[in-house]
């Protein structure tokens, strides 16, 4: 059994990670992350490579052909894996809500999509509610705070999962927002499409960030800590931001969110 | 009423530089979603009278002709009149004739959304005829001929000192020419200016939040009072209503009741829930001589049978609204018509186009929130997704969006062309923000580093090249 995890599973557990586009791209460490915790727990990690994106970009936008070819890349490359696990709430949800609802008109696909759908995760509900994971092996000195990104939190039911697997974590002491549960307005595009009003709602993220008192957010979507990572900084604020899987694979001590490598 | 819907990142533009307005919508954040979630909390069974609610309101879609027609049927039996109004043109003209019918000068108002929807006070003016809102918040937006910016409370946009400023501009002339400064003050002025306005009404107008088949009812919530007197007090009481708010029997109503208040303000129940079944009987003490019911279809009965029929549910609670972190920054006027929030984008693009209203829907990051408190489940986000599909479907999508997702289409659909483009878009951001950790401008990405940086990513490539690099790519066998 490795240290940190209080119960091993009974049966290790063939599990297919989901990168996410964004963890690809801007935060591989989250990726690496993942996997440690994931394999810590007892599971076998593979990263399929023909995986891009869950489709959400063309999705949001209306664009329901290319949402489908995408899903249809997506459920093959993931064929036969026990479990598929993301460390989003956006992706995650996409995969286990909305695939099946794209192939209404092919009862073959939407199988085939309702079967991915059923295995699909986050991550912090894979490790809490599948594993049972009760704790962790890592410390972070510090007082963090956590946003409860929207998909995780009303699409999959991501609330304690995360909170209790930080409560494990030595030397952390979590200080809540007042509305932990509104939306940071990221929003994907939105962001870009609406830039106005996504900055007033970042903004009263920041404010509540800062009345928190905590010196690190934490939450479990890329986009959002991206997000509310640029808005601190610009304000800046000195709050450090990180994906909650790196804290509790004990990566705290790399730099955070739009931090330079170097300095801490 | 006049669009601006298509002005709506204008309007938001202004509505975030308003300073009264920024301070009533913090206000409204958080009174009104604090509220509701004690109410919801303090009923058991709140989780499963939403599913009644929602099962209630889609057995009387389904069939809605049944109970139309069975509400009209029982209305005429009670000596009532039911009018069928296709269009808003239809519903303004029926509505004048019946106030012309009784020689009418003023009218009554109580609150009715229908009402600003199809602009009836401005045509009731043109027509000599006087209309009298008498809904607090209702009164004090005609007095600054302003249109609601809430679907219940009208002017919650304005802040209690610019409405001691409205009432001195116009209750000054009728005596009142102190400036107020509580809020029981003001409400007693409106109601003392109001009470005379009642007793003089030819005609009260009033809306309906259910229309009761089994009965012929029409039923009104109110927490003022000014319903009861706008329908007992003048010689004709005009019910104007739209199609969906048809129900079968009272019994659904108390269910409907039940979650509506909790939704809307909070409140176990309205102050006033009124009960209109008919003119006044032989023998009432008091009561309306003509009973008249206007309903409206403006477009509704097309999206009947189809994946957008779910918004016809709507009980016009605002809890979706009073939730909504997009209306919480910006308040409803932005939103260009009557109705703001999460239902305004998505019926207002079927009430007056979506080439009108396309901004509506995607202005909403969808974090489901509205769909999380409303009382009868309606998938708003789902739905503004509907109309976001139709508007690709039809090119209203705006073009640099759509090349952009073109672009980004193809390159997700070949796995390995995009992982040579993330490599190497991961390698240059990396390379030139590593100094900062962070981009404060970035080509390309104007709207995001207007206000925010953008995180650099870390040196050492992408998520995939890295584990590919470390003999992580343990592909399954």
Redesign the interface.
């Given at each position: 059994m490795v240290a940190g995890v209080s119960k091993p599973p009974i049966h290790p557990r063939?599990v297919?990670l989901f990168?996410t586009?964004l963890?690809?791209?801007?935060?591989?460490?989250i990726?690496?992350a993942a996997?440690k915790l994931l394999e810590e727990a007892g599971c076998t990690v593979?990263?399929?490579?023909?995986?891009?994106?869950c489709?959400q970009?063309?999705?949001?936008?209306?664009?329901?052909a290319?949402t489908r070819?995408?899903a249809a890349?997506v459920i093959d490359a993931f064929e036969?894996?026990e479990a598929v696990v993301a460390p989003s709430g956006s992706c995650g949800g996409m995969l286990a809500h909305h695939y099946p609802g794209l192939f209404d008109d092919d009862p073959a696909m939407k199988a085939r999509a309702a079967n991915l759908a059923a295995r699909s995760h986050e991550l912090m509900s894979f490790l809490v509610d599948v594993l049972g994971v009760t704790s962790v092996a890592a410390r972070y000195d510090d007082a963090v705070t956590y946003h409860d990104s929207?998909?995780g939190l009303?699409?999959l039911g991501v609330k304690q999962q995360p909170r209790r697997l930080l409560g494990s974590v030595q030397g952390l002491t979590l200080r809540e927002m007042a509305t932990p549960?509104?939306?940071c307005?990221?929003?994907?595009?939105?962001?870009?499409?609406?830039?106005?009003?996504?900055?007033?709602?970042?903004g009263?993220k920041s404010a509540d960030v800062a009345s928190s008192g905590a010196g690190t957010l934490l939450a479990g979507d890329l986009g959002c800590l991206?997000?509310m990572?640029?808005?601190l900084?610009?304000e800046g604020s000195a709050v450090k931001v990180r994906h909650v899987a790196e804290v509790l694979a004990d990566m705290g001590s790399?730099?955070a969110?739009?931090?330079?490598?170097g300095?801490r | 009423m006049q669009s601006t819907a298509r002005d709506f990142?204008h309007n938001?533009?202004a509505a975030?530089a308003d300073a009264n307005l920024q301070d009533s919508l913090a206000k409204l954040k958080v009174g009104f979603s604090e509220r509701r979630r004690q109410a919801a909390e303090r009923l058991p069974e709140f989780e499963a009278l939403r599913d009644a609610a929602r099962d209630i309101k889609n057995h009387a879609l389904a069939h809605l002709d049944f109970y139309l027609e069975e509400f009209e049927r029982k209305v005429t039996a009670l000596g009532g009149h039911v009018h069928w109004a296709p269009t808003a043109e239809d519903a303004r003209r029926i509505i004048t004739e019946l106030c012309r019918s009784v020689g009418a000068r003023t009218i009554a108002k109580s609150k009715s959304m229908i009402s600003e929807e199809i602009g009836i006070n401005a045509h009731l003016e043109a027509a000599g005829i006087a209309p009298i809102e008498t809904d607090l918040g209702e009164y004090i937006i005609q007095l600054r001929h302003e249109p609601p910016s809430h679907i219940i409370a009208p002017a919650v946009h304005l802040t209690k000192d610019q409405v001691a400023g409205t009432f001195v501009e116009h209750h000054g002339p009728l005596g009142f020419t102190r400036r107020l400064t509580e809020r029981q003050d003001l409400v007693a002025e409106a109601r003392h200016v109001l009470r005379q306005k009642f007793l003089d009404a030819d005609v009260g107008l009033t809306g309906a939040n259910f229309l009761v088949a089994e009965t012929g009812s029409s039923m009104l919530v109110t927490n003022e009072g000014n319903a009861d007197l706008s329908n007992t007090l003048p010689k004709m009481h005009i019910v104007l209503a739209s199609i969906e708010k048809v129900i079968p029997t009272l019994e659904d109503a108390a269910v409907l009741l039940r979650v509506l208040a909790r939704s809307a303000t909070g409140q176990e129940s309205s102050t006033y829930t009124t009960i209109n079944t008919g003119p006044r009987r032989t023998g009432d003490l008091d009561g309306p001589a003509h009973y008249h019911v206007v309903i409206l279809d403006n477009g509704r009965s097309s999206v009947l049978g189809t994946e957008m029929q779910d918004m016809l549910r709507c009980i016009r609670c605002g809890a979706c609204m009073n939730h909504c972190?997009?209306y919480g920054?910006?308040g409803g006027h932005a939103y260009g018509w009557v109705y703001p929030g999460p239902i305004g984008s998505v019926l207002t693009p079927q009430l007056i186009g979506v080439e009108e209203a396309s901004n509506l829907p995607?202005?909403?990051?969808?974090?489901?929130?509205c769909?999380?408190v409303c009382p009868v489940r309606i998938p708003l986000p789902g739905l503004m997704?509907h109309?976001?599909?139709?508007?690709?479907?039809r090119h209203l999508?705006p073009k640099g969006?759509r090349q952009g997702?073109a672009l980004?289409?193809f390159?997700?659909?070949r796995?390995k062309l995009?992982r040579r483009v993330?490599g190497w878009?991961?390698r240059v951001?990396a390379l030139f923000g590593?100094?900062?950790?962070?981009y404060?401008s970035l080509p390309l990405?104007a709207?995001?580093?207007?206000?925010?940086?953008?995180?650099?990513?870390?040196?050492?490539?992408?998520?995939?090249a890295?584990?590919?690099r470390h003999g992580?790519?343990?592909?399954?066998p």
């Open positions: 063939r297919a990168v586009c963890v690809d791209l801007f935060r591989p460490s990726g690496f996997v593979e990263v399929p490579p023909l995986q891009v994106c489709g970009p063309a999705y949001n936008s209306g664009d329901r290319t070819a995408i890349q036969g894996y929207c998909s009303r699409e549960e509104v939306c307005g990221f929003g994907g595009t939105f962001c870009v499409k609406y830039p106005d009003i996504s900055n007033a709602m970042v009263e991206m997000n990572a640029g808005k900084q610009r790399l730099p969110i739009g931090e330079a490598e300095r | 990142k938001a533009g975030l972190p997009v920054a910006i995607n202005a909403s990051t969808f974090c489901g929130r769909e999380s997704r109309w976001r599909e139709r508007e690709f479907e999508t969006v997702l980004w289409g390159l997700a659909r796995p995009y993330t878009a991961n951001l590593r100094g900062e950790g962070r404060a990405a709207g995001w580093t207007r206000f925010r940086d953008f995180p650099a990513p870390p040196a050492g490539g992408t998520f995939h890295q584990w590919a992580g790519a343990r592909t399954r």
